[in-house]
């Protein structure tokens, strides 16, 4: 069981021993902060202190593996690169595809343990049908779905998991509200109901991340123009790495109507701003899908027209569907037509109506209903 030290995961550990499997407790010590007063995410060494208490309250063995070398190469350094060329990269993700569950996987196999589990709000179920191309039976496919509280679910954060650790995957709360977990936490006064909620970007003391890049990458702030729709120099910017698409605070710029970032050029170092309405956008390119869902489960080919760079749908290796999207963590998945390229795995995504601000970095997450199809790297083109 990935234990933080939160609410989340010391009561998923709970329920899971209640269910009668035998749990162990294991925390990943990801990022040491430079000051640790205050400091409680589940990076700090204090989360691995209130993970160890809570493990023992429920009657559980702890342990921790310290793979912070790791968290900085695949974690720290790609925010960084990230940033400093324009995007606005997701660490959450990133840390689950390359640090939080490859980890528990290879920490389940040395201690022969069936399955992995996590505090995440979302639902892995064995689907009742299986792939037309695959000689797979009904029991040998998962499906990964969204939990059961619109306001808490995670399923964003875990397109990027492998078919092998979905099928080791257990996450209690799925079915569970928020508010139910948190009373469970109090009735069994768990010393994590202390801890406070965790923050976006778990290794950033106090959510600075502009000072974090600038300390950590001094030659990343190179001064540029703010231009505006009109080709406009309207201002000037510390960096480009201080900025995101759809940002609307803290941009410097004296004027009566708001503005907002609607582009970002590293070439040019330069930051575009426009109405609300500009950072809006209806298609994009994504990248580096990765596919939890069969494709062919789901609806026969689209008769559309072809985008460039990407062969005709129906043509061999191309498939159009429709599905719903969301391109960040919080917002509601809304309908658009996909048009996927397996052998580049490269897809053309047009949302029905403009959805606010699709930031190249973030990902793209596809779904059928409730249930995780897939998804990518939102970027600018092909």
Known sequence: MGMSGGVDSSVAAYLLKEKGYEVEGLSLILW????????TTCCSLQAMEEASKTACQIGIPHSTVDVRDYFTERVIEPFIDAYITGSTPNPCILCNRYIKFPFLMKEAEKRGADFIAT????????????????QKSDNDMVILKKGIDPKKDQSYVLYVLS??????????????RKDEVRNIAEELNLSAIKRPESQEICFIEDRNYFKFIDKLSPVAGKPGPIIDMTGKIIGMHKGIYGYT??????????????????????????????????????????????????????????????????????????????ASVKVRSMMRDKPATIT??????????????PQWAPAPGQSAVFYDGDIVIGGGVIKRSV
């Open 32 to 39: 040491e902060a430079k000051s640790q007063k205050d400091f």
């Open 119 to 134: 505090g995440h709000y979302a639902k892995v179920e064995k689907s009742h049908q299986s792939s037309v191309n695959s």
């Open 163 to 176: 078919p092998e650790e979905l099928h080791k995957l257990v996450l209690p709360l799925g079915y569970y």
């Open 245 to 322: 698409v759809g940002q609307r605070k803290g941009l410097g710029i004296s004027s009566s109507k708001p503005f907002y970032v609607v582009k970002i050029d590293a070439v040019k170092n330069t930051v575009y701003v426009g109405s609300q309405d500009d950072a809006k956008k209806k298609d994009f390119f994504v990248k580096n899908i990765n596919l939890i869902y069969p494709l062919p489960l789901l609806i026969p080919p689209l008769s559309t027209g072809d985008k460039e760079g990407l062969p005709k749908a129906g043509a061999e290796g191309c498939l159009t569907l429709r």
């Open 340 to 353: 996927y390229h397996e052998s580049k795995r490269i897809a053309y995504l047009v949302f029905d109506e």
